[in-house]
């Protein structure tokens, strides 16, 4: 699988946008190793969510293009943008979404979903703060700070916005459906585990590295046989 | 925005809102992106996709005449129908325009190709 371009990317653009970093880099290497499973599972319909710089769902959209539907999601204005840019500046087809996690997608149609979500621990009151600080949802009243903080910010555990997607898991995959999650040692990912147990998922530590000053996890997610 | 992600969204994450779908759709500026055709890939897609949605978005797109209003049983032979539906999901780029919540009135601006559909804190 090959790493898309992002030279069209500018120092400007991330101000606003997380910069491709080793976090997503592994997303990439995940799923280049998966890619036996991901043939045989012929996705109809593959999404990323907060999709940041575009380049992991960008890459999916180039290796299966005119064989699926990929969308982007992301809660950053900018980001969308630069996904969208980023898809076109590699040739990959794949819409961009401006919304919150997959909130906006009928339900249990996703074939992959790719999470590479802000893992980092922060506290409450920052997330909190940060998140829903004066103004609301808009591009207008998003300061640039606060685009850029939801990339990484992740409260207690750095797990908030994770354990909400998980809650809602069973709504949005398909009954095939796969999930690659990104995880942090620190974000505790046997606890995550057997929380995805208890709502009937098997999820295994599908590739995991060391990076300067990180641990992370590629989760690999599917339903548990009914 | 190509039609076929259109079919996807929906706004029931507002409040109340029960379905949320299909969306109310304005094209006020389209682009044509051609791409490869797949017959396969849009006859896979069908079971996916929601026909009234599909057709309300070939009437907004002006193609309602190369679109049945109801799905017919099998289309995998006709590669005639294929193509058209591959004309319409994924030819046709929305770079402005609005989605309509069914139920609220709530407009969802698209804008540059990207619908935004983010919700204030006190709408969900």
């Known amino acids: ?226 | 925005m190509k039609l076929s992600t259109y079919n996807f969204l929906t706004s029931m994450a507002i409040k109340g809102v029960k379905v949320g779908f299909p969306l109310k759709l304005t094209i006020s500026k389209k682009e044509l992106v051609e791409t490869e055709f797949n017959p396969t890939f849009v006859e896979r897609l069908l079971p996916k996709l929601d026909w009234s949605a599909v057709y309300g978005a070939a009437q907004v797109a002006e193609l309602a005449e190369d679109i049945p209003a109801v799905q017919p049983e099998s289309i995998v032979d006709n590669e005639q129908l294929l193509q058209k539906l591959h004309h319409l999901l994924f030819e046709i780029d929305v770079l402005e325009g609005q989605l309509e919540c069914p139920e609220t009135g709530r407009i969802f601006p698209i804008t540059d190709g990207i619908p935004n559909m983010l919700l204030n804190e006190d709408e969900v």
């Open chain 1, 1 to 226: 699988m090959e790493t898309p371009h992002f030279d069209h990317l500018t120092s400007q653009d991330y101000e606003h946008v997380y910069e491709p970093a080793e976090d997503s880099f592994l997303l990439l290497d995940a799923l280049e190793a998966d890619l036996p499973f991901l043939n045989g599972l012929q996705p109809r319909l593959c999404v990323e969510i907060g999709s940041g710089s575009g380049i992991i769902i960008t890459a999916l959209s180039k290796q299966l293009a005119n064989t699926s539907l990929c969308l982007a999601t992301d809660i950053n204005p900018k980001a969308c943008d630069a996904t969208r840019r980023t898809a076109r500046h590699n040739g990959g087809r794949v819409d961009s979404v401006n919304c919150n996690l997959a909130d906006v997608l009928r339900k249990r149609l996703v074939d992959v979903l790719l999470f590479n979500p802000p893992y980092v621990v922060t506290s409450d009151d920052e997330l909190q703060c940060q998140m829903f600080g004066p103004g609301s949802a808009g591009e207008s009243n998003l300061s640039t700070e606060r685009n850029l903080v939801y990339s990484w910010a992740g409260g207690k555990d750095g797990r908030r916005v994770t354990d909400t997607l998980i809650q809602q898991l069973d709504d949005i995959l398909s009954p095939l459906g796969v999930l690659y999650l990104l995880l942090l040692r620190e974000n505790k990912p046997n606890e995550i585990i057997k929380r995805l147990d208890s709502l009937r998922f098997k999820a295994v530590k599908f590739m995991e590295r060391r990076i300067p000053g990180e641990y992370l996890y590629i989760l690999k997610v599917t339903r548990l046989p009914s």
